[in-house]
């Protein structure tokens, strides 16, 4: 019997948005995403059983918020009420980069809690049954679980496929970090009021889909050009959406602007660079990756720009231990 597992996972930066949510119970997207796994963006789970009876959490050495250790105890309960693992265990989490502030951390952390909890389990899980489950606790972490270029379609239980593997793009993002003193609403909040309230939620829902498609046949041709413009629409649409929210959702501050127009300057200089964005004050800026050392030097030095990290694509999650 296996009593540790610990694996690692990529975060990933969508390219073309998930932002919304199907009825029902099982996190199911209102829209159909992109998104390119960087292998800057590292989190390692290890899962190891439990003598007591209860689940127990740390998250970069210390206990999580209490409403991050309930989405990780839901997440155990559903592998418990499917039969796929029994008991109770520690989790023990590790982001080398900022937890829960735009930077989707929760892509690679429930794709890295679903990676080990297969390897705790005795059932074998195939890679699309491991996407959705890793979906059922966060959306965005299906796609981490294949890593490289990915699609989640949308559909009646969707997961997320390769459209191209890590090794095979040569086009990376660079992290910009901002200054940003207040804490940005989480994504599944933000999707609930910009859904209920934003005069624009059907219009994005429409939008996404086209961008989706396009976005597909853009990759598949590796046309850089039309990725990244694409990629800015699409990001600029959801935030649309969400800044016509009731109350407005503002992710934007004024260094994540200053960041746009630069990026907008740097390009009508020449450079093939593209910004997106998403549910906090941070970016993604996409580029060959040839160029990513330049872009991150230059965002470096733009003011109230805390880091900014090149990163190349990454892969699937993976199980790194087992015992
Ligand atoms: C803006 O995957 O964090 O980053 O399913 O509620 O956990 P939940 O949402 P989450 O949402 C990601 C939103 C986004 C866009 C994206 O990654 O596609």
Known sequence: MIHRVKARAFANIALSKYWGKASGTENRPATPSISIALAGLVTETVVAKNTKNSDSFTLNGRRPQKHEVQRMRDFL????????????????????????????????GFAALAMALSGISEKNLSVAELSRLARMGSGSAARSIVGGVARMPVSKNPDAQEIVSADDIDWGMVIVEVEAPEKSISSREGMQLCAETSPYYKEWL???????????????????????????????????????????????????LRVIQEVIRWRKKGLQVYFTMDAGPHLALLSKTSNLK????????????????????????VILEKS
Request: charged share 25%.
């Open 294 to 317: 330049k872009i991150a030097n230059r965002a470096a030095k733009i003011k109230g720009v805390f880091s900014a990290q090149p990163s190349l694509p990454g892969g699937p999650a």
């Open 206 to 256: 429409k939008q996404a889909k086209l961008d989706y498609r396009a976005l597909e046949s853009a990759i598949i041709r590796r046309d850089l050009e039309e990725v990244g413009k694409l990629t800015e629409a699409n990001a600029m649409a959801m935030h649309a959406c969400m800044v016509a929210s009731r109350p407005s959702l503002l992710y934007f501050n004024d260094v994540s």
């Open 77 to 108: 309960d559903l592998w418990r009420k499917r039969g796929l693992i029994r008991g109770h265990y520690r989790v023990s989490t590790d982001n080398d980069f900022p937890t829960a502030s735009g930077l989707a951390s929760s892509s690679s």
